[in-house]
C-alpha cells in the first residue's frame, strides 16, 4: 500500500500523472464529482491547521466523498494518552484514506506503518509537508507549461522553512534547474541542502539581496522572515525590508516571472504585488485543492489495482 | 580461560585502543555468563595500540552494531582452537534498536513502541538518517 509521506516517496513519473489528473480536474470538476462517492477520509490533525484541513475536506467533497476527523490533539484520543499508532489503527478502521497533521517529525510515517489505509502527510512539525510541495509543483507547471529548465528563486527564511526544503528537493529532479537562494547570512540553507545540490552538480547561487538577481528570476517564491528567528530585534529590523516583495523591486523582473508563496503571508509581500499578473500565491490555493483530490483519488486508485 | 588463546569462542581484534568498552557496551557482553576478556591497549603493528575482546563461547554477535561501531573490526570464530572464519564488516544499510534518535521533535522521543531505525545515506562519509525525522548520525568509526 502506498502512502505519500515524503514528495520523494513519488517518482517524477506518479507526480507528473498526478498533475496532469489535476488539470483534469480544474478543468472539468464536474466529471469527477461522485468519483469518490461513499468513501471517507480522516483528517487527524494533531496540531491545528484550519487553511490545510479545510483544503483536504474541499477536495474530498468535491470528489463526493466524506470526511471526519479532529482539528487538535485536545479533542482526540490523544488527550486521554492514547498512543499514535493506536489512534491510527483505529481510526483506519473508520475510513478509506487519512490526512494527518503532527507535531512531532516522522509521526505520519510512523502512522503509515500500523495504519490498514493509505496515509498522507499533511504536515509533521518542521519537516515535511508534502501536498504543499505537490502545490508548488502544480502551480509553476501550470504557469510555465513545465518543471525543468528555469531559474527558481527562494527568497527569505530558507533555514527553517520546510516548504523551500521540500520544493528544492523535488524541482532539483528536473533538468536545466538552477536556484537562487536569497536569505540574510544567519537564515541561509542548511548545510545538507548545500551538500546535496553540490553532489548532484546542481547550479546554486546564495546571495543576500532580491535586486541582485531578479531580472534573471523565473519564479520567485517567498517565504515569511519570521522575528523570532533573530537573534536580536535590531537585525531583524535592519534586514526585514530586503526581504519584502513590492512593485519598486519587481520593476526588473520578467514579465513572465511566477510569484508564489505558500501562505499565509504577513507582511513578505506588498498588497500592492497582489493585482499584478504575476503574483500567482492566490491560484495556488485553487490549486491545491485540485491537486490534493487528484492525490487521494490516486491513492484509492493505487490501492484498489494492488 | 587463559587470555591470550581460547578454545571455542570469538575474539573481536583491531578495535582501535580505547573503544573495546563502546564495544562491549553496544553488544551487550555484560549480560553473558560466559567468560569474556577485554583488552586495551594491546601492542599492533598496523595500529600502534588496539583492543581486543575475547568471548569464550559461539555466541551469535550482531554484526550491524559492530560495522556501525567501526568496520575495521576483525571477527575471527574460533572452533576447537583452530581458527574457522574471518568475519568482514562493512556499515549496514539499516539499523534497528543500535543507536537511537537524539532529535527531541522526533516522534520516537514520545511513542515508545516505536523501534529506532536509521538507514545508511552516504557509505563514504558514514552517514545515517533516522528513518522518521531524517535526524543524521555518523558512524562512530569515521568521527
Ligand atoms: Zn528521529
Known sequence: MRHLIDITDFTVEEIEAILDLGDEMIADPAAYKEALRGKILATLFFEPSTRTRLSFESAMLSLGGSVLGFSSADSSSTAKGESLMDTIRTVSCYSDIIAMRHPKEGAPMAGSLKSYVPIINAGDGGHNHPTQTLTDLMTIRRCKGRLGNMVVGMCGDLKFGRTVHSLIGAMSRYEGVEFVLISPPELKVPAYINDELKKKAIPFREVETMEEVMPELDVLYMTRVQKERFFNEADYIRLKDTYILDPEKLRTAKTDLSILHPLPRVNEISTRVDDDPRAVYFDQVRNGRFVRMALIKTLLDWRNEA | ?143
Open chain 2, 1 to 143: 580461560m587463559k587470555v591470550d588463546s581460547i578454545h571455542t569462542g570469538i575474539v573481536l581484534d583491531h578495535i582501535r585502543a580505547g573503544r573495546g568498552m563502546d564495544v562491549y557496551r553496544y553488544l551487550h557482553l555484560d549480560e553473558l555468563d560466559c567468560p569474556v576478556a577485554y583488552m586495551r591497549n594491546v601492542r599492533s603493528e598496523a595500529m600502534g595500540r588496539k583492543d581486543i575482546i575475547k568471548i569464550d563461547a559461539n555466541i551469535n554477535v550482531d554484526l550491524d552494531v559492530l560495522g556501525y561501531l567501526d568496520p575495521g573490526i576483525t571477527v575471527n570464530i574460533i572452533v576447537d582452537g583452530q581458527l574457522v572464519e574471518k568475519k568482514k564488516l562493512s556499515l549496514p544499510e539499516k539499523l534497528t534498536n543500535v543507536i537511537t534518535c537524539k532529535n527531541p521533535r522526533c516522534i520516537t522521543t514520545v511513542e515508545g513502541a516505536l523501534d529506532q531505525v536509521f538507514l545508511l545515506k552516504d557509505r563514504a562519509r558514514g552517514v545515517y538518517r533516522c528513518m522518521f525525522c531524517d535526524a543524521e548520525r555518523k558512524s562512530k568509526a569515521l568521527r
